[in-house]
């Protein structure tokens, strides 16, 4: 099978960042829905349910499913992630966040629709080496600014419970202690 000469780096990864979750999450999901969803009700504004109730769903399968494997590369054109394109000429800048212990590559484009491609990069010697093939085409930023929306994203998911290794087993332990 003949290489593409055009394709200067390519990885595989997941479509998304995905941790597997257990039930403690799930629960606080419904926990937090129930909460909104009564005092909706009770201040009468019932339609409101129904998009409570649709993202509890979006969340759940979000949660459960985990995400296919995708072929990301880059070209001397640009960069292909997913089988979408994104040119050089309208790419501005990337950076890298952690998110559930794999590396995300944020790739922004120019103003004014500054788009942000997001791809998941598994290791760290595939970062370094993403960081030396991208800056020689776009900037990039150790630091990134953060949008409002970036805030916004970053205070909500600091306020879910990460889930601890072995918490819940040592939780009912010590419940099978106290019952004894």
Known sequence: MEQNPQIVFSWRAPLRPYKKQTGLILRFYLAVALLLSAIMFFFGDKILLIPIWAIVFLFYVLTITPPPE???????????????????????????GKRFGFYTLTVVS???????????VPNESIKNKLIQILSQHLVFQEKPQKTMTDKAVDFLSNLIPDEVEGET???LQKLKRVSL
């Open 70 to 96: 995708v072929d990301n590369k880059i070209t001397t054109f640009g960069i292909d992630a997913a089988g979408t394109t994104m040119r050089w000429e309208t790419l501005s800048h990337f950076y890298f």
């Open 110 to 120: 120019h103003a004014p629709y500054f788009y942000h491609a997001y791809l998941v």
């Open 169 to 171: 087993e040592v939780v």
